[in-house]
């Protein structure tokens, strides 16, 4: 596995940040490569695609007629670094301690997209054909929230043609317990702005006399949950489905302490949230209404007398599978209009939405994914969600009418974004030799009816 | 009247803005001008008290055994000026535009404390004496918050022995209208904190699974109110005291159109407030709270979907005359501490108190007052309230224990604190002689049993 480390470290050193314009080149020279890892892995029509931002990078292997294509998927930009002062070693400077390495990207996502790519050389470095054909798209805006990939995509949806697409850029749900990631919540995010008047008042002579619009935004955002955690929002649970029953079997068998997760993950007073869901249903599979931000009025120090005629509230729902991000909308909208006390005007802006992405995991992409991991890994491949979005999911479902196959290799605490970020090389390596599993199970099949 | 004029514009053209440091010299000018003032009118002892900040001006005439002594209160500072580009004259170059005095400082509080100085003027340049006794409290840090006059008066309590402070730096309830303010609301002014947990979370993770401290601060704030605008505080409004009936029979016959208040003054979307009351007396005899600014989590452009963990909220109570602000901070203390959700902490910081003060407008010195003013500006002299506080009422009350009778001669488009401020120069000279008559028809009384 010398070569995999070697090439990691080298694809490491380059600081390919692409939300920092000054780093520019180096996230070209990264694309460059990334290209190059392609050839050299043997894969085909390897090229840099140009476009607004940095550059793609695809590549392809197509000789398994009939077999299942699947679109291997990466990106080969990272976060910025700072703060550089908590680093222990050199952020750009690889350094191996012990079974980890640490760099940033080390897990997000060179260490785990380079899984991928050395599997397939594994394959084709011996001379012997891959089971599957395979599409390569790597990406350099991942971190920066880019539109090149999306804006390709919409383009050229042929020539990203395939069944599944194959994304290594999850974690474990803890240390050696292969995980996929079968589900991804959506969301509607919003600005919801109150007005109840024209200019701030002075509080003694007008207090208790006029509309004040905090008080007005606290009674809308109150009224949008009930006490005990549920969203108050009328036919807002209408359409949400249940998870299957593999996942709900997985997940009541993970191992999840609600004590621990309280006081050492998530560091709060109290779990909350709606009845009668366990942490994990809430955080993976039901809904969630939370208030990001709310400004108005005088908050410096001291006291200040004001009557503020206008306040700013950042709202967002994620949102189940199941529910359409339109409606949803719609009814927060209608839930904050009804929640509007005389004398104040509330306007609500929806800012983005992104409908939840769920793979069954009785597909044959997730089973065979799951079988190759268990073999690979020991014990039983655990189905997990996040509670979060991947936008390339998303986009994959609505452009090319495909599930994603989210396969974890990386490990809780490979503080991604963070200083120290790390990747654990023992999953490198067992990651590589289960994805060459997963290929060979698939290639057992054929791509008709899948 | 044009010494009158004469003093006013040349000491108008002093910038003594307490607040800005760099105008130190012009304020410590303003003084001596006062000084100047209280000499060339006739009054005794007159000095400069030195201390922290700016000095205090005073001055004496105790030559009528038995007869009432009132403190005759003003301040020689002024507001910063800015922004300077919309006043139509220059701040410091008082300017006489018709019946008009234009000039930083003019109503507030030059152009109306010049009134009680130029009044004792009349009577001791004309050789005769006064009805009464004087004193004279001049301040110069009234507009920057300066502790030194609630300094002396703790440490000089006999020095200012009086029966009655007399203040001339508040309005006509509209132009013609003679106006003697008989109450002014107390405050409890407090920051209240809601934490959560110990760092913000990411909502995609946790959304759904903890507590938020926005959602936790808008159910506190929403519950300390009713929906129809009443203070749901238990207890909050046991002690407040009626006002007496001639004040509500003067305040039942104000010009005063709603719709026209809402439209053209407020300029809010409703009236809103405590049923059962006025406006007018919802802003002067009944208590109000109002939230006065709030602050938590993202407020930028854009979206970050983060769950915060703390939340600061800006809340006063203005009170009403009977109501204790020990006991009403304590009250919204425990109202808080029943409304604060699961999973959430509340801590409440009282940053000042000041209780209500009221004068009962059946007071000799409201009465004489009142008759004075009718006789001088015609008509019926009207008793209004203000719903904000002024600190020197609170201080006279507690530590002189004197009511404080305060004359409106200002109008209501003066534009205090704001551009073109001005003074209205037929109401100085009337108010001016609606001051002797008022010292006159003392004078036929004996301090004692007043």
Same mark, same amino acid.
């Given at each position: 596995?010398?070569?995999? #480390?070697?090439?990691?470290?080298?694809?490491?050193?380059?600081?390919?940040?692409?939300?920092?314009?000054?780093?520019?080149?180096?996230?070209?020279?990264?694309?460059? =490569?990334?290209?190059?890892?392609?050839?050299?892995?043997?894969? %085909?029509?390897?090229?840099? *695609?140009?476009?607004?931002?940095?550059?793609?990078?695809?590549?392809?292997?197509?000789?398994?007629?009939?077999? @299942? $294509?699947?679109?291997?998927?990466?990106?080969?930009?990272?976060?910025?670094?700072?703060?550089?002062?908590?680093?222990? $070693?050199?952020? /750009?400077?690889?350094?191996? #301690?012990?079974?980890?390495?640490?760099?940033?990207?080390?897990?997000?996502?060179?260490?785990?997209?380079?899984?991928? *790519?050395?599997?397939?050389?594994? /394959?084709?470095?011996?001379?012997?054909?891959?089971?599957?054909?395979?599409? =390569?798209?790597?990406? !350099?805006?991942?971190?920066?929230?880019?539109?090149?990939?999306?804006?390709?995509?919409?383009?050229?949806?042929?020539?990203?043609?395939?069944?599944?697409?194959?994304?290594?850029?999850?974690?474990? /749900?803890?240390?050696?317990?292969?995980?996929?990631?079968?589900?991804?919540?959506?969301?509607?995010?919003?600005?919801?702005?109150?007005?109840?008047?024209?200019?701030? #008042?002075?509080?003694?002579?007008?207090?208790?006399?006029? +509309?004040?619009?905090?008080?007005?935004?606290?009674?809308?955002?109150?009224? #949008?949950?009930?006490?005990? !955690?549920?969203?108050?929002?009328?036919?807002?649970?209408?359409?949400?489905?249940?998870?299957?029953?593999? %996942?709900?079997?997985?997940?009541?068998?993970?191992?999840?302490?609600?004590?621990?997760?309280?006081?050492?993950?998530?560091?709060?007073?109290?779990?909350?949230?709606?009845?009668?869901?366990?942490?994990?249903?809430?955080?993976?599979?039901?809904?969630?209404?939370?208030?990001?931000?709310?400004?108005?009025?005088?908050?410096?120090?001291?006291?200040?007398?004001?009557?503020?005629?206008?306040?700013?509230?950042? *709202?967002?729902?994620?949102?189940?599978?199941?529910?359409? +991000?339109?409606?949803?909308?719609?009814?927060?909208?209608?839930?904050?209009?009804?929640?509007?006390?005389?004398?104040?005007?509330?306007?609500?802006?929806?800012?983005?939405?992104?409908?939840?992405? *769920?793979?069954?995991?009785?597909?044959?992409?997730?089973?065979?994914?799951?079988?190759?991991?268990?073999?690979?890994?020991?014990?039983? $491949?655990?189905? $997990?969600?996040?509670?979060?979005?991947?936008?390339?999911?998303?986009?994959?479902?609505?452009?090319? !009418?495909?599930?994603?196959?989210?396969?974890? /290799?990386?490990?809780?605490?490979?503080?991604?974004?963070? @200083?120290?970020?790390?990747?654990?090389?023992?999953?490198?390596?067992?990651?590589?030799?289960?994805?060459?599993?997963?290929?060979?199970?698939?290639?057992?099949?054929?791509?008709?009816?899948?």
């Amino acid at each position: 596995m010398e070569d995999v #480390l070697d090439d990691l470290i080298e694809w490491l050193r380059i600081a390919s940040i692409s939300a920092l314009p000054e780093h520019a080149p180096d996230v070209r020279r990264a694309a460059e =490569f990334t290209a190059k890892l392609f050839s050299q892995a043997g894969l %085909e029509n390897v090229a840099l *695609i140009e476009g607004e931002g940095h550059p793609l990078v695809v590549a392809d292997w197509l000789h398994a007629p009939g077999k @299942p $294509t699947l679109l291997c998927y990466g990106h080969y930009d990272v976060q910025p670094a700072e703060p550089l002062e908590l680093w222990r $070693t050199p952020p /750009f400077e690889p350094t191996k #301690l012990g079974d980890n390495l640490y760099a940033r990207g080390a897990a997000d996502d060179k260490g785990l997209a380079i899984i991928l *790519i050395k599997a397939a050389e594994r /394959f084709l470095r011996a001379g012997k054909p891959l089971p599957v054909n395979l599409r =390569f798209l790597f990406e !350099g805006e991942e971190e920066s929230g880019g539109d090149h990939v999306a804006a390709y995509l919409k383009a050229n949806p042929q020539a990203l043609s395939c069944d599944a697409a194959l994304i290594c850029d999850t974690e474990m /749900f803890a240390p050696e317990l292969p995980t996929i990631c079968t589900g991804l919540r959506g969301i509607v995010y919003a600005e919801l702005k109150v007005r109840t008047g024209a200019v701030d #008042l002075h509080s003694g002579v007008y207090g208790g006399a006029v +509309p004040n619009a905090i008080e007005a935004a606290a009674r809308i955002v109150a009224k #949008l949950k009930h006490n005990d !955690g549920g969203i108050a929002i009328p036919g807002f649970y209408d359409d949400v489905l249940a998870p299957a029953p593999e %996942e709900l079997r997985s997940w009541a068998a993970l191992p999840f302490d609600d004590e621990a997760f309280r006081r050492d993950e998530a560091r709060v007073e109290a779990l909350t949230g709606e009845p009668g869901y366990s942490v994990v249903q809430r955080s993976w599979s039901r809904p969630a209404l939370e208030i990001h931000g709310i400004r108005g009025g005088f908050t410096a120090e001291g006291a200040k007398t004001v009557i503020p005629c206008q306040a700013l509230v950042k *709202i967002s729902c994620r949102l189940a599978a199941g529910q359409d +991000p339109a409606r949803a909308a719609r009814l927060l909208a209608e839930a904050i209009d009804a929640a509007t006390p005389a004398g104040a005007v509330a306007s609500l802006h929806v800012l983005h939405t992104a409908k939840a992405s *769920i793979v069954d995991p009785r597909s044959p992409f997730i089973r065979e994914a799951a079988v190759a991991m268990s073999e690979v890994f020991g014990g039983q $491949t655990v189905f $997990t969600r996040s509670g979060g979005s991947i936008p390339i999911v998303g986009l994959f479902a609505d452009l090319l !009418g495909v599930p994603s196959v989210l396969t974890g /290799f990386g490990l809780p605490d490979d503080n991604l974004h963070a @200083p120290n970020e790390k990747v654990y090389l023992p999953n490198v390596y067992r990651g590589i030799e289960a994805i060459m599993r997963y290929w060979t199970r698939l290639g057992l099949r054929q791509s008709e009816g899948m």
